[in-house]
């Protein structure tokens, strides 16, 4: 029974039997029952609660969780106090400690040293912890065995304490063995009281670390070794129990003795190496060492936990901690050196892993400020990416968007470290194919985390092997990022230096890190779609009161007035733009509050009936309407945007209506002109042709009746008389012609014009058989109008030339056509009597001749019945001519546009 | 050329002059009967006013009929012809200056059995006239007379 006091930053355990020891005890206690729990670890944990630790009870039989929390509520008067701030937790060890045979080291590890992390950043002086290990059966016991060793390992340099619970009725000698040696002391419970029974091996190293000046001040029982030759034989045991290496040389550095711990380190039997310079035992690059060393004890110095490289009998390299003491002979004198050495290999292993846990974990940190705090997607995967190289150290990473294409690519969105054009050869897809089947491919089809542990060796890395060795990445590993929908929308892929370079405490970090990665992106997604929303609110708001104010239209926000009888009887104006006071003249000022009848007490019952309408129904109408109080006519565009209310949009539409109202006028005024057209072309077909009959009748029958009467030149009158007759008659024939060329409605067919013109060449030669005249008329020439008109058009043109070659000998007829400048032009070229150009202007106006009656009767009106023809078919006509050489008449038809 | 009855329907005198002196050029000398304007004819056909103790077996073999006439013009009197049963069958050559094509189209919607353009030339216009009455008069059977 006693108490250890130690040097360092000491704490109190609250187990009497205990006393205070230092951070990184870690001890245990072997119990029979639950009150033996109750007894020993609820001060335990009381103590770390007032003492600012942070406290974690993993409990098991006989003492559950339960209990646990039942007994120090009963003990511990703020215990619920602690437990709301979270400082304290209760857990079973099923939650704590996988199930089944194997027990992952490494996980609990990394655990842990999260946990250590954690309870630091919240503010604690440090975990204290106890365990129960009553689960433990044969099988993982080997495996906890070696976990508690590597845990003692980290612990020694933490800021932890930890008590595990060993129920002793299952503990055989052989299992005792090993608590023992794991734990510094162990408890148990004899007589009542509790006792505390101490790990030789630790206590031996305490004594070492404090040069043996410590003295054993009545601490534990089973050290109190009081003669020289128990001590001898005590030390003895701990030369050669003790894992390191321990050594005795001569000042020349010749070895004299070789424990067992040196055998395992240095793989040298003792008779291979007694007698041998310990120089054996140095690196060739570190031979130097040794002689400074020696030199050292020589004067009496220590050399006390140097950090150095050894090297094994195999000439492998290890890294180790050596002190070298000098031996002193009974007088004082320095014959010698101890050199005890420690292979750190795994100590530095887990120091590394240590460090890099940490600095993940600062990775960790900084990324989720990063997070809160970037504005975008991009500065947000950049920074990741740069953190995760810069302060993790990795090679590289990206972040690969997962994109929804044919070739189903994953493409770089934000990359760090030593790309140098890799991802840009790589071309990852996440198809399943040799480019999708590397880690990035892989997570983003499958949705879980993947590695490549070797890019030299993994099959799946042949694509990239070169590219990727040649940067130094030599294994990597792809996480997937989910989206709120639980698709992989992006894969954050990382490459480290080393192979198999991803420990699994590592990897749970990491995929914490993705997980919030992509909470963080889904939340930022949400707020750009929320700024998006609000600025195009905005946007459309400020947009809308522009179009507001600055429209052309006129604009009125109203409210329509009911009557008893819930009837639209007059409309209020709400709110109006600068548009309605340009519209109708009212000011705003004056509008605006009042009603329609106020202020325009004529208005009429129509707006007030429309606009009701649309206010009680819903209605959306457009409509123009006059306003006689304004004078006006207006475009109204009116819906409601609410119950009872109406919008107005309106334009001045008066200058329109006016021109509307002058073009119906015109046009009412040209269908009576017509009318009178009409009827007077009825009245010169019937009733100037009716007298012009009589005229020639009459005179007809003098010349008949009266010939004795007459005498040769009052026959030749007579017959002047009757010519102007048939003459006029003809005249009003090709007057009415030409005013229904005017006014006949068009039909457009299919006309073939070489067989119209063939037929007419036929007639024209039948009532003058005795002319020799040749018709030449180009076959096949069809064209698109009214076959009528056209018809009429060339009888005009062709009966023209037969008239005009009269007095030809060989007269020559040609209908025929040509292309020029785009567009197919038609002639009738004759070679009679031809014109002067200089009278060409008259050649198309009516009553107009150049020729005289007597050689080539004509009214003057065929061809300006031509031009209309061809002109209502949209084309041209002119004609060239020369005295006596013919006249040529061409005329164009423009079929794509007729003339209605 | 028998006793058969030419009914000539004209409110111009000198019309009416010139188609007798057409007619008797042609030698055709059946009794022609003419009304000055389309009540004239009407009364006579259906034996009314004036007309109304003439013979009623008497009906003309033709109608020539002009147009344009004060009162009852020629379309009304066609029509009214064309709805009586004595006169339904009656065959009637509407004689007019017209050329327009809503006459001629209107014209024998209401039943005319022929429509003739008169010509200012007075030869050609005897020739006409001349054609008719030997058609009419000579190769037409006329539609049975009933009582």
């Not at chain 2, 009197?77 to 009586?84: A, E, G």
């Given at each position: 029974m006693g108490k250890i006091?130690?040097?360092g930053?000491?704490?109190k355990?609250?187990?009497d039997?205990?006393g205070?020891?230092?951070?990184?005890?870690?001890?245990?206690?072997?119990y029979?029952n639950?009150a033996?729990l109750?007894?020993?670890?609820?001060?335990y944990f009381?103590e770390g609660?007032?003492?600012?630790?942070y406290?974690?009870w993993i409990?098991?039989?006989?003492l559950e969780a339960e209990?646990?929390a039942?007994?120090l509520t009963?003990?511990?008067p703020?215990f619920a106090r602690?437990?709301a701030?979270g400082?304290i937790e209760?857990?079973?060890?099923?939650?704590?400690?996988?199930?089944g045979?194997?027990f992952d080291?490494q996980?609990?590890?990394?655990?842990l040293t999260n946990?250590?992390q954690?309870?630091?950043v919240?503010?604690y002086?440090?975990l204290?912890?106890?365990?129960?290990?009553c689960?433990?059966?044969k099988?993982?016991?080997?495996?906890?065995?070696?976990?508690?060793t590597a845990f003692?390992n980290i612990?020694?340099?933490?800021?932890?304490?930890?008590l595990?619970?060993y129920?002793i009725?299952?503990?055989?000698?052989?299992?005792?063995i090993d608590?023992t040696?794991?734990?510094?002391f162990?408890?148990?419970e004899?007589?009542g009281?509790w006792?505390?029974?101490?790990?030789?091996?630790r206590?031996?190293?305490?004594?070492?670390k404090q040069k043996?000046?410590?003295?054993?001040?009545?601490?534990?029982?089973v050290?109190?070794?009081?003669?020289?030759d128990?001590?001898?034989?005590?030390?003895?045991?701990?030369v050669?129990?003790?894992?390191?290496a321990?050594?005795?040389k001569t000042?020349?550095?010749?070895?004299?003795?070789?424990?067992?711990?040196?055998?395992?380190?240095?793989?040298?039997?003792?008779r291979?190496?007694i007698?041998?310079?310990?120089?054996?035992?140095?690196?060739?690059?570190?031979s130097d060492?040794?002689?400074?060393?020696?030199?050292?004890?020589?004067?009496?110095?220590?050399?006390k936990?140097?950090a150095?490289?050894?090297q094994?009998k195999d000439g492998?390299?290890?890294?180790?901690i050596?002190?070298?003491?000098?031996?002193?002979?009974?007088?004082?004198?320095?014959?010698?050196?101890?050199?005890?050495?420690r292979?750190i290999t795994?100590r530095?292993?887990?120091e590394e892993?240590?460090?890099?846990?940490?600095r993940?974990?600062?990775?960790i940190?900084?990324?989720n400020?990063?997070?809160?705090?970037?504005p975008?997607e991009q500065?947000l995967?950049?920074?990741v990416?740069?953190?995760?190289?810069?302060?993790?150290?990795?090679r590289?990473a990206?972040v690969?968007a997962v994109?929804?294409n044919?070739t189903?690519?994953v493409?770089?969105?934000?990359?760090?470290?030593e790309d140098?054009?890799?991802?840009?050869k790589s071309?990852?897809?996440?198809?399943?194919?040799e480019?999708?089947?590397?880690?990035?491919?892989s997570?983003?089809?499958?949705?879980?985390?993947?590695f490549c542990?070797?890019?030299?060796t993994?099959?799946?890395?042949?694509p990239?092997?070169?590219?990727?060795l040649?940067r130094?990445?030599?294994s990597?590993?792809?996480?997937p990022?989910?989206?709120?929908t639980?698709?992989v929308?992006?894969?954050?892929?990382l490459?480290?230096?080393?192979?198999?370079?991803?420990?699994t405490?590592e990897?749970?970090?990491?995929e914490?890190?993705a997980?919030?990665?992509?909470?963080g992106?889904i939340?930022?997604?949400?707020?750009?779609?929320?700024?998006?929303?609000?600025?195009?609110?905005?946007?459309?708001?400020?947009k809308?009161?522009n179009?507001?104010i600055?429209?052309n239209?006129?604009?009125g926000?109203?409210?329509?007035v009911?009557?008893a009888?819930?009837?639209?009887?007059d409309y209020?104006?709400l709110?109006?733009?600068?548009?309605?006071e340009?519209?109708t003249?009212?000011s705003?000022?004056?509008c605006?509050g009042?009603?329609?009848?106020e202020v325009?007490?004529?208005i009429?019952?129509?707006?007030?009936?429309?606009?009701g309408?649309?206010?009680?129904?819903?209605?959306?109408?457009k409509?123009e309407?006059y306003?006689a109080?304004?004078k006006?006519w207006?475009e109204?565009?009116?819906?409601?945007?609410?119950?009872?209310r109406?919008?107005?949009?309106f334009?001045?539409?008066?200058?329109?209506?006016?021109?509307?109202e002058a073009?119906?006028?015109?046009?009412?005024?040209?269908?009576i002109?017509?009318?009178?057209?009409?009827?007077f072309?009825?009245t010169?077909?019937?009733?100037?042709?009716?007298?012009?009959?009589i005229?020639?009748?009459?005179?007809?029958a003098?010349l008949?009746?009266?010939a004795?009467?007459?005498?040769?030149?009052?026959?030749?009158?007579?017959?002047?008389?009757?010519?102007?007759c048939?003459?006029?008659?003809q005249?009003?024939?090709?007057i009415?012609g030409?005013?229904?060329v005017?006014?006949?409605?068009?039909?457009f067919?299919?006309v073939?014009?070489s067989e119209?013109?063939?037929s007419?060449?036929?007639?024209?030669?039948?009532?003058?058989?005795s002319?020799?005249?040749?018709?030449?008329?180009m076959?096949?020439?069809?064209?698109?109008g009214?076959?009528?008109?056209?018809?009429l058009?060339?009888?005009?043109?062709?009966?023209?030339?037969?008239k005009?070659?009269?007095g030809?000998?060989?007269?020559r007829i040609?209908?025929?056509s040509r292309q020029?400048?785009?567009r197919r032009?038609?002639f009738?070229?004759?070679?009679?009597?031809g014109?002067e150009m200089?009278?060409i202007d008259?050649?198309?106006k009516?009553?107009?001749r150049?020729?005289s009656?007597k050689?080539?009767?004509?009214?003057?009106?065929?061809?300006?019945t031509v031009?209309?023809?061809?002109q209502?078919h949209?084309?041209?006509?002119?004609?060239e001519?020369?005295?006596?050489?013919?006249a040529?008449?061409h005329?164009?038809?423009n079929?794509?546009r007729p003339d209605k | 050329m028998?006793?058969k009855?030419i009914m000539?329907?004209?409110?111009n005198?000198h019309?009416?002059?010139?188609?007798q002196?057409?007619?008797?050029?042609?030698?055709?000398v059946?009794?022609?009967?003419?009304?000055?304007?389309?009540?004239?004819?009407l009364?006579?056909?259906?034996r009314k006013?004036?007309?109304?103790?003439?013979?009623?077996?008497?009906?003309?073999v033709?109608?020539?009929l002009?147009l344009?006439?004060?009162?009852?013009d020629?379309?009304e009197?066609?029509?009214?012809?064309?709805?009586?049963p004595?006169t339904?069958?009656?065959p009637?050559?509407?004689?007019t200056?017209?050329?327009?094509e809503v006459?001629?189209?209107?014209?024998?919607?209401?039943?005319?059995?022929?429509?003739?353009?008169?010509?200012?030339d007075f030869?050609?216009?005897a020739e006409?006239v001349?054609?008719?009455g030997?058609f009419?008069?000579?190769?037409?059977?006329?539609?049975?007379q009933?009582?």
């Open positions: 006091k130690m040097q930053l000491s704490r355990t609250g187990i039997a205990i205070e020891v230092p951070w990184g005890t870690h001890f245990c206690q072997l029979q639950k033996d109750i007894d020993t670890l609820v001060p009381r609660l007032k003492n600012n630790e406290c974690m409990t098991g039989e006989p209990d646990a039942e007994s009963k003990w511990e703020d602690y437990l701030r400082q209760i857990l079973s060890h099923r939650e704590c400690f996988a199930g045979d194997r080291i996980r609990m590890l990394g655990d946990k250590l954690q309870v630091s919240m503010g002086d440090g204290r912890l106890s365990a129960n290990t689960w433990l059966d099988k993982a016991w080997q495996n906890f065995y070696e976990y508690e003692n612990t020694g340099n933490c800021k932890i304490l930890a595990c619970s129920p009725d299952k503990c055989s000698a052989r299992e005792i608590i040696r794991n734990h510094e162990i408890i148990i004899h007589a009281k006792e505390l029974v101490e790990n030789t091996r206590k031996r190293k305490n004594v070492r043996l000046e410590v003295k054993s001040q009545g601490t534990a029982e050290f109190k070794a009081t003669n020289a128990s001590k001898n034989r005590f030390l003895s045991a701990i050669e129990s003790s894992d390191d321990i050594i005795g000042l020349e550095g010749v070895i004299t003795s070789w424990n067992k711990g040196a055998e395992k380190m240095y793989g040298y039997a003792e291979e190496v007698g041998k310079n310990i120089s054996l035992l140095v690196p060739s690059e570190r060492e040794i002689s400074q060393l020696l030199e050292k004890i020589r004067c009496g110095e220590h050399v936990h140097l150095t490289v050894r094994k492998s390299k290890f890294p180790a050596v002190t070298i003491s000098p031996i002193l002979n009974d007088k004082g004198k320095i014959i010698g050196a101890s050199t005890i050495a292979d795994q530095k292993k887990y892993d240590l460090l890099r846990l940490n993940e974990l600062r990775a940190s900084d990324c400020q990063v997070i809160v705090r970037s975008n500065s995967f950049n920074d990416c740069r953190i995760m190289c810069e302060v993790v150290g990795y590289m990206w690969g994109e929804q044919e189903k690519s493409r770089p969105v934000a990359w760090y470290g140098n054009g890799y991802l840009a071309k990852v897809s996440w198809a399943d194919s480019l999708g089947n590397g880690p990035t491919g997570a983003a089809r499958n949705g879980k985390t993947d542990q070797d890019f030299a993994d099959p799946r890395a042949v990239w092997r070169d590219e990727a040649s130094g990445f030599h990597s590993i792809a996480i990022l989910f989206d709120n639980g698709s929308f992006a894969v954050f892929t490459y480290s230096t080393d192979v198999k370079g991803f420990t405490a990897v749970r970090l990491l914490e890190l997980g919030d990665l992509a909470f992106i939340v930022l997604r949400a707020k750009e779609e929320q700024i998006k929303i609000e600025k195009s609110l905005k946007d459309s708001e400020e809308y009161r179009l507001f600055s429209m239209e006129g604009f926000l109203h409210e329509i009911l009557d009888e819930e009837k639209p009887c209020r104006f709110e109006l733009n600068d548009a309605f340009k519209l003249g009212l705003r000022e004056k605006v009042r009603t329609a009848k325009l007490p004529d009429e019952p129509y707006w007030i009936e429309t606009y309408r649309v206010a009680q129904k819903g209605e959306q109408i409509f309407n306003s109080p304004l006006k207006y109204v565009y009116a819906y409601s945007p609410g119950k009872n109406f919008a107005a949009v334009m001045d539409i008066t200058e329109r209506k006016q021109g509307e073009i119906k006028r015109y046009a009412t005024e040209l269908e002109a017509n009318r009178e057209l009409q009827s072309s009825y010169v077909s019937h009733d100037l042709r009716g007298p012009l009959r005229m020639d009748g009459y005179s007809q003098l008949e009746d009266y004795d009467k007459l005498d040769n030149q009052g026959k030749t009158w007579m017959n002047n008389i009757r010519d102007s048939r003459h006029m008659g005249l009003i024939d090709d009415l030409l005013s229904r005017v006014w006949v409605e068009l039909k067919e299919r073939n014009l119209i013109a063939q007419i060449a036929i007639k024209l030669k039948e009532i003058e058989p002319r020799q005249v040749e018709f030449i008329v076959p096949g020439m069809e064209v698109l009214d076959n009528h008109l056209l018809g058009a060339l009888q005009n043109l062709l009966g023209n030339a037969f005009f070659t009269v030809c000998q060989f007269a040609e209908f025929g020029q400048n785009g032009v038609y009738v070229r004759d070679n009679g009597a014109f200089k009278y008259k050649l198309f009516p009553f107009q150049l020729h009656s050689n080539f009767p004509g009214t003057g009106i065929g061809l300006v031009q209309r023809i061809i209502r949209g084309g041209e006509v002119w004609a001519g020369a005295i006596d050489k013919g040529t008449f005329f164009t038809l079929q794509e | 028998n006793n009855v000539l329907v004209d409110d005198e019309d009416v002059f010139l188609t002196r057409a007619l008797q050029k042609s030698n055709i059946n009794e022609v009967v003419v009304a000055n304007d389309g009540q004239g004819a009364d006579y056909l259906f006013g004036k007309y109304k103790d003439r013979d009623a077996g008497q009906m003309p033709v109608i020539l002009d344009k006439m004060p009162r009852v020629g379309f009197v066609l029509k009214q012809i064309r709805s009586n004595k339904k069958y009656t009637v050559v509407i004689m200056a017209s050329k327009e006459d001629i189209l209107k014209g024998y919607t209401e039943g005319c059995n022929a429509f003739v353009t008169k010509p200012i030869n050609q216009f006409v001349k054609q008719l030997l009419w008069l000579v190769l037409n059977e006329p539609p049975p009933k009582q």
